[in-house]
């Protein structure tokens, strides 16, 4: 089982920028993609950010491309999210997951990951 714990959280003025970083532990982690999740009071939990096991897939949600980078270093076992142009709708609760399944390059649904970081909340004011 890989824990995962995230950093990186913050409140921020719209238009700044956040990274959040997620280390992982317990398995080699250079075999498996990494993604991230956010959860909005009141709403269900989606899609942000995922890479590939060898980094050079990313996929993003519409709502965050262009604004929001992925990206990892298997040196140090920790994914990164760095947010850019940040809007108040981006305030959430920010996960990091890891897939049960090892070397994806595909698009991976929330139902691949299997492990989970406790969240780092991300508030951002107009």
């Known amino acids: 089982q890989v824990q995962l714990v995230e950093s990186g959280g913050g409140l921020v003025q719209a238009g700044g920028s956040l990274r959040l970083s997620c280390a992982a532990s317990?398995?080699?982690?250079?075999?498996?993609?990494m993604g991230w999740f956010r959860q909005a009071p009141g709403k269900e939990r989606e899609f942000v950010a995922v890479i590939s096991w060898s980094g050079v897939y990313t996929y993003y949600a519409d709502s965050v491309k262009g604004r929001f980078t992925i990206s990892r270093d298997n040196a140090k076992n920790t994914v990164y999210l760095q947010m850019n142009s940040l809007k108040p709708e981006d305030t959430a609760v920010y996960y990091c997951?890891?897939?049960?399944?090892?070397?994806?390059?595909?698009?991976?649904?929330?139902?691949?990951?299997?492990?989970w970081g406790q969240g780092t909340q991300v508030t951002v004011s107009s």
């Open positions: 317990g398995r080699t982690f250079n075999r498996y993609a």
């Open positions: 997951a890891a897939p049960d399944i090892a070397y994806t390059n595909r698009q991976l649904s929330e139902a691949d990951f299997g492990s």
